[in-house]
């Protein structure tokens, strides 16, 4: 009796485990369908993003007379770092899980730069210190006009020596990420590249000086200077003194608007995938790479690199006129002629009136 019983609960047991180990592969097997479905969407809007940012790079080469140098120049990077945001985040997201090339310098410099994601996030902080740069320049534009002209008379050399400055920093800013991977008999591991208690410790220090430098640092530069600009701009339609003219102050303000809604994005964006990643490293909230809240914050780190030319698009009326003559160059032209013949009409109409007058 007592043997049966026996035999009974051990079955049982089995059992429930068997059942217990069924349902937890089932709700494992329809969680990885749903992140498949969210890196395919992922991979598409990052497509889209790319395709839209090299479109915009090229609007921008080619209408360069409808703006001036110094933004022109600042728009142009911003769209090329967007762009290999874009590019890095799709192919980071499509490889295979930790490949390596097969030989010595290729399998080290995949693990440590791109594998450690150092790549993707200097340039994401890249992105980020332009947009830093987008604010001063409007910052001078309009309180400092005469600093600002001193500045776009820059020489091409002088400017391109400061972007490889920036580089550099941007670069110094992600080192930790390279020691987030390890290189061992040949196959790429994610686990620190490096053994002993500092290595934590220094983690913790590192992470607190990312967000810092990559985050709080730029948001609160950037709102200091739109405050400022947003000041002037008050100043300037309260005392026509101060205007130039109401196309001119209409650009400005169309430009202004735009920078101002991208330092936004960058700030609701970026910030949750670095907010969770200080509070993770600090043990406050549990922060693993690949679970949901890292995948969430790394989408939103490519949304934001996705969503500038969207905003560019919404809130510029001049963009939209450069991408039409971009794509459909001869409607452009039509359009233009079409434009340049009711103003001349609308011209001989009013010489006429004021003859007869």
């Known amino acids: 009796m007592s043997t049966s019983l026996f035999d009974f609960t051990t079955e049982l047991a089995a059992t429930t485990a068997k059942l217990s180990y069924a349902a937890k592969h089932e709700e494992e097997k329809e969680a990885s369908i749903w992140w498949s479905v969210f890196d395919y969407i992922q991979v598409t809007l990052t497509i889209a993003g790319f395709l839209a940012n090299i479109l915009t790079l090229v609007t921008l080469v080619k209408s360069a007379r409808r703006f001036s140098r110094l933004i022109k120049i600042l728009l142009q990077h911003q769209s090329l770092v967007d762009a290999c945001v874009c590019a890095c985040a799709t192919a980071l997201i499509l490889q295979p899980s930790m490949w390596l090339p097969g030989n010595a310098f290729g399998d080290h410099f995949v693990c440590y730069i791109w594998h450690g994601q150092a790549a993707y996030w200097g340039l994401v902080t890249l992105s980020t210190y332009n947009l830093v740069l987008i604010a001063l320049e409007r910052y001078l534009a309009i309180c400092r006009p005469f600093a600002h002209t001193r500045c776009s008379d820059y020489s091409r050399k002088k400017l391109a020596t400061y972007g490889a400055w920036l580089y550099v920093f941007c670069l110094f800013l992600t080192h930790g990420t390279y020691i987030q991977t390890r290189l061992t008999d040949g196959q790429c591991k994610s686990e620190y590249?490096?053994?002993?208690?500092?290595?934590?410790?220094?983690?913790?220090?590192?992470?607190?000086?990312?967000?810092?430098?990559?985050?709080?640092?730029?948001?609160?530069?950037?709102?200091?200077?739109?405050?400022?600009?947003?000041?002037?701009?008050?100043?300037?339609?309260?005392?026509?003194?101060?205007?130039?003219?109401?196309?001119?102050?209409?650009?400005?303000?169309?430009?202004?608007?735009?920078?101002?809604?991208?330092?936004?994005?960058?700030?609701?964006?970026?910030?949750?995938?670095?907010?969770?990643?200080?509070?993770?490293?600090?043990?406050?909230?549990?922060?693993?790479?690949?679970?949901?809240?890292?995948?969430?914050?790394?989408?939103?780190?490519?949304?934001?690199?996705?969503a500038n030319p969207l905003v560019y698009a919404l809130l510029m009326p001049i963009y939209r006129k450069c991408v039409v003559e971009t794509i459909c160059p001869r409607r452009a032209k039509s359009e233009d002629a079409d434009q340049a013949s009711k103003s001349t009409s609308l011209r001989d109409l009013s010489n006429s009136v004021s003859n007869i007058a």
């Open 193 to 306: 590249a490096f053994d002993g208690k500092w290595t934590k410790l220094y983690f913790t220090s590192f992470v607190i000086f990312t967000y810092i430098t990559t985050y709080l640092i730029p948001a609160l530069t950037m709102a200091l200077l739109y405050s400022l600009v947003a000041h002037q701009l008050r100043k300037r339609k309260e005392n026509t003194e101060l205007g130039k003219s109401k196309t001119i102050d209409r650009a400005t303000d169309q430009l202004t608007k735009t920078a101002v809604t991208v330092t936004i994005i960058f700030i609701l964006s970026v910030g949750y995938d670095l907010h969770f990643y200080l509070l993770g490293y600090n043990h406050v909230i549990e922060y693993t790479f690949g679970s949901p809240e890292q995948k969430v914050g790394v989408f939103l780190s490519n949304l934001n690199s996705v």
